[in-house]
């Protein structure tokens, strides 16, 4: 992996179950898994089409970040922060074929704000 490629910022967050201690009321928040992740962003193809009579269109890509424990134990559930941007990851992590180097994560935008 080229570290020269690495020019954008990225913040996994994972779903957590959050519970009032007064009120013992649950409910979901998202927290940060990584923040600062450097990663490479390389766009995938668009899509626009009609539901529910709305016209709706989604994103989708890759960002490869450096392989480490905490990356690997990113899942579909999580989402990926970047630009301001909300990414909800569509696939477990693709490790590369050397292992441990390089993880790929697929990610799409629009349909569902993670």
């Known amino acids: 992996m080229n570290p020269n490629t690495l020019v ?5 967050q ?10 013992g009321y649950r409910e979901w928040t998202w927290a940060d898994l990584l923040v600062d992740e450097p990663a490479s962003w390389l ?6 089409f009609l539901a529910s009579e709305a016209l709706r269109s989604e994103v989708q890509g ?3 970040v450096r392989w480490s424990p905490e990356v690997a134990e990113v899942t579909a559930a999580d ?3 970047w630009d301001g941007k909300v990414y ?6 693709l490790v590369d074929a050397t292992a441990r ?8 935008r629009g349909l569902n704000e993670g």
């Not at 994972?14 to 009120?23: F, G, N, S, W």
Request: charged share 30%; glycine share 4%.
């Open 79 to 81: 989402r990926v922060l």
């Open 14 to 23: 994972r779903k957590t179950e959050v519970v009032d201690p007064q009120t």
């Open 62 to 64: 890759r960002f490869s």
């Open 88 to 93: 909800e990851v569509k696939s477990d992590p």
């Open 43 to 48: 766009p995938g193809p668009g899509r626009e």
């Open 101 to 108: 180097r390089e993880v790929t994560l697929m990610v799409a």
């Open 8 to 12: 954008h910022v990225i913040t996994i």
